[in-house]
């Protein structure tokens, strides 16, 4: 999937759009046959392979330790019915295996989520613009269609994954560079691709941001992107921390 979206961003310019599928030259001179989505721009389509492939990678990491640890939980139901067959459980014992009755009224429930911390942490440029970093895959779906306006400028480290980043901008011109840039070392610090020299960052007007229908928490699908490149800088957080 790295390689056909590779191939694809690289031939961008021979790939029409709505095209179902496209025959391009490979990196080492064969030519290779890809299918593609017609309702979405050769760069969209490239750009869900490298999210698809990193999903993957992420499943192929964790799967095998959910696996033994749903192996291990089975292991003791199986033998927690063969005590309950045979009569040696009891039922005080079986009371105390299960979890605590949990009933809030909507009194609790309304100030459990008053208390609830924001899905995202809070910095402020050095322009003074208050930029908003989603605090994991979870919350970053509630930062971008719930915390942000459609006119705030939405970041998102390309073909990594990490946090979503809101700069709080409501005029129709593009923002200061200076803020923008630091934005985007955020968006890059938050992301898996931390560690490297120099880190691709896209940007949006937050609006151009959609939710596939049934997306993973944390997908979603930019469009208008531009690109910055920046190094990432551990250090900038510190500066541009809001206390």
Excluded: C
């Amino acid at each position: 999937m790295r390689e056909d979206a590779a191939l694809i961003l690289s031939s961008l310019h021979l790939i029409e759009h709505g095209a179902g599928q496209v025959t391009l030259t490979d990196f080492d001179g064969a030519e290779r046959t890809l299918l593609l989505d017609p309702v979405l721009r050769p760069q969209e389509h490239a750009n869900a392979l490298f999210r698809r492939a990193a999903r993957l990678e992420r499943a192929a990491t964790e799967l095998p330790g959910r696996i033994r640890a749903a192996e291990a939980a089975l292991a003791e139901i199986t033998a927690l019915r063969a005590r309950h067959a045979s009569g040696d459980l009891t039922a005080r014992e079986a009371d105390s295996l299960l979890p605590p009755p949990r009933a809030p009224g909507p009194k609790s429930a309304r100030r459990d989520s008053e208390t609830a911390p924001l899905p995202y942490r809070v910095f402020t440029s050095s322009g003074g613009i208050q930029i908003r970093v989603g605090r994991g895959a979870r919350h970053n779906d509630a930062l971008t269609f719930h915390h942000s306006r459609p006119t705030d400028i939405w970041l998102h480290a390309r073909h990594a994954g990490g946090a979503h980043v809101i700069l709080r901008w409501a005029r129709p011109e593009r923002p200061p560079a200076t803020d923008l840039e630091e934005a985007a070392v955020l968006a890059a610090i938050h992301s898996g691709a931390r560690g490297s020299g120099l880190v691709p960052v896209d940007w949006t007007r937050r609006k151009w941001v959609r939710k596939p229908r049934g997306a993973a928490p944390g997908a979603v699908i930019p469009h208008r992107v531009r690109t910055l490149f920046v190094a990432p800088d551990s250090s900038l957080a510190k500066r541009l921390a809001t206390p």
